[in-house]
């Protein structure tokens, strides 16, 4: 038995405002619990040496210039590839002493020397069978 034939039976609506008052809630609480990092720079300290140099054995100085050439030992090599530069370095470093793991690699890359030059010479060097490597700096003169 249909009482209601006449009316019609409207259709359901959904609370707005309960909705985005949860919502709200929602928004709050990510709000709250989220963490924002702030990229902050590295504060280092570099450690100091105060090692007596003469004596450590005559290192085996590499130089680099801005155009990427090398030099090992005040000598121009023509090191087209890095099978050329490794070659120069073994030969530079048996003309400097009979063990090759006691020799240390100065490396004096010019500032404007590119990543590549410097990286090829790295890995010359180890291949070479070089494992010590330093880099040479200009320290300023203190006022």
């Known amino acids: 038995m249909n009482f209601r ?3 019609r039976r409207s259709a359901p609506e959904i609370n707005l405002i309960a909705f985005i008052d949860v919502l709200l809630v929602i928004l709050i609480f ?4 989220t963490t924002f990092s702030k990229t902050t720079s590295l504060q280092l ?3 100091s040496a105060n090692g007596d140099p003469s004596n450590s054995p005559k290192p085996l100085t590499v130089a680099i210039d801005s155009q990427g ?5 005040q000598q121009r090599i023509a090191a087209s590839d890095p099978a050329m530069l490794v070659k120069a370095l073994r030969e530079a ?3 400097t002493a009979q063990n090759t793991t006691d020799i240390t690699v ?3 890359a010019d500032a404007m020397a590119s ?3 410097v990286v090829q010479l790295m890995e010359a060097a180890r ?11 200009n320290v300023p003169a203190s006022p």
């Open 5 to 7: 034939k006449g009316q």
């Open 69 to 73: 050439r090398y030099a090992v030992q």
């Open 93 to 95: 470093a048996q003309d």
């Open 106 to 108: 100065e490396i004096h």
């Open 30 to 33: 990510l709000m709250v619990s």
């Open 115 to 117: 990543h590549q030059s």
């Open 127 to 137: 291949n070479a069978g070089l494992v010590r490597l330093v880099f040479a700096v």
């Open 45 to 47: 300290t570099l450690p």
